[in-house]
């Protein structure tokens, strides 16, 4: 179990980072070292757990000296911040565009879902199930946990602004519902359309199918496209 502490590795003194920089990606990967370094971290997280995993597995994972890491990183806490962070900030951006940009709140909770699933499958696998380490609820993550929350929040308002009356589930569950669905998109089965899938999921959980599921998923499209930058 872990202390609560984070432990200080070899070479993470202070803040300045040292080594030997390999500015290079690894031969035909396309990923630069700080790519590698984090899609081997939550590989190695994943596997063996953020507190059985040293920096030393990871720069072996790469390929890299472990003092190469440490100019790239500062350490575990660090890599594992960068993770959890470039898992829900990207979304978070857009979140207030999107419903700004949609008439229908459900058109805005279908371009939602559909970005956010993109936001995780473009990153390493496995990050959602870091979520939940016994670390992440230490201090030092605050900054994560509330910008998860805030994205949460966003997840339960269009719930409130969609659900009928008489629908027996409280739109705040329905907002971790659809939370849920999303960031278990990556352990899904890789399929054309998956985040469009999740997306109608959604809205037949807060009661939006038929004709009006249709057209939000045509009108989130389009504010999709409007509001994120091709590539982003």
Known sequence: ?????????????????????????????????????????AALFGESGYAATST???????????????????????ILRELLEASVRPTLDVADALRSAAADPAAALHALVVVDVGTLLAGPLGVAALYVAPEVRQPRFEVFRDHRRRLLAVYADLAADLVPTGHPVEPAVLGHACLHLVEMAPSL?????????????????????????????????????AVVPPGA
């Open 1 to 41: 179990m872990s202390s609560g502490v984070a432990r200080r590795e070899p070479g993470a003194a202070g803040t300045g980072r040292v080594g030997r920089p390999r500015t290079r990606a690894g031969a035909g990967s396309g990923r630069t070292p700080r790519q590698e370094i984090l899609d081997a971290a």
């Open 56 to 78: 030393r597995a990871i720069a072996e994972r790469v390929g890299i000296r472990q003092a190469s890491l440490y100019y790239h990183f500062a350490g575990k806490d660090e």
């Open 189 to 225: 089965p890789p399929t054309p359309g998956l985040a469009a899938q999740v997306a109608a999921a959604c809205l037949g959980a807060v009661g939006v199918t038929g004709e009006r599921a249709a057209a939000a998923a045509r009108d989130g499209d389009r504010v999709r496209r």
